[in-house]
């Protein structure tokens, strides 16, 4: 049972360079999340998609392009990372946006940006 | 106003006994839900339980409990007969039929909770 996954699980890049991570849920979830894991700041909203070929800004958006051409499969893209851009990176699915769906999570991804 | 307050940044619990990591919310919806995550080490996070505003049971998943209190918009979770294995961090979140389109989780900072042997 794959659920969500994620790739990479880890990378280094240098500032500058551009990087495009990969969510893939198998579930038949229509709502999709990117956020970013920061120490002592919880997780935070990057962007997010409530189906197939949308897509829309969350808190943190900047820096960041996604797209959702696959009901399956969420991008995120970096066009020219920075090193505040280093932070763990998740992607999560629920079903629906109904208040009682929990959202399931990747293992995450941690990117460095020197 | 923070949304989700997690006031313990660390926990200790001596093996097999029980333990109630502290959250309380703020939201002005009527019907939202609350939900706690595990993190281990290694990095994931798992769902553990789910407290619709609306339930009047407190929930319950295995070794797991929600105390729910609305009026006090407390939701602690109980862990009961701790094991070495729920060392990780802890985090509470709320989901909001208010939060837009989006309708993402709101995040707590964590408990780091640590059993000792």
């Known amino acids: 049972n794959a659920g969500v996954t994620q790739t990479p699980k880890f990378r280094v890049l240098k500032t500058g360079q551009s990087m495009t991570l990969l969510c893939a849920q198998d579930m038949n979830h229509e709502y999709m999340y990117w956020y970013r894991q920061d120490p002592g700041m919880g997780l935070r909203l990057i962007h997010y998609?409530?189906?197939?070929?949308?897509?829309a800004k969350g808190e943190v958006p900047d820096g960041y392009n996604v797209s959702r051409l696959k009901k399956q499969n969420f991008l995120l893209g970096l066009e020219s990372a920075a090193p505040s851009q280093t932070s763990v990176y998740f992607c999560?699915?629920?079903?629906?946006?109904?208040?009682?769906?929990?959202?399931?999570f990747g293992d995450g991804t941690r990117l460095s940006i020197l | 106003a923070q949304k989700i307050t997690q006031t313990q940044p660390g926990m200790f619990v001596q093996e097999k006994e029980a333990v109630t990591l502290d959250c309380t919310y703020d939201?002005?919806?009527?019907?939202?839900?609350l939900f706690w995550y595990k993190q281990p080490s290694s990095g994931e996070m798992i769902f553990l339980i789910y407290q619709g505003s609306y339930d009047e049971q407190n929930a319950t998943e295995g070794r797991y409990s929600l105390n729910f209190q609305k009026a006090r918009k407390s939701a602690n979770l109980v862990i009961s007969a701790s094991q070495l294995g729920d060392s990780a961090m802890y985090f509470c979140a709320m989901r909001e039929t208010s939060s837009g389109s989006a309708r993402q989780l709101t995040f707590g900072s964590g408990t780091q909770l640590t059993v000792l042997p």
């Open positions: 998609s409530v189906g197939e070929g949308t897509t």
């Open positions: 939201t002005s919806d009527q019907s939202y839900g």
């Open positions: 999560a699915s629920s079903l629906t946006g109904g208040s009682n769906q929990p959202q399931h």
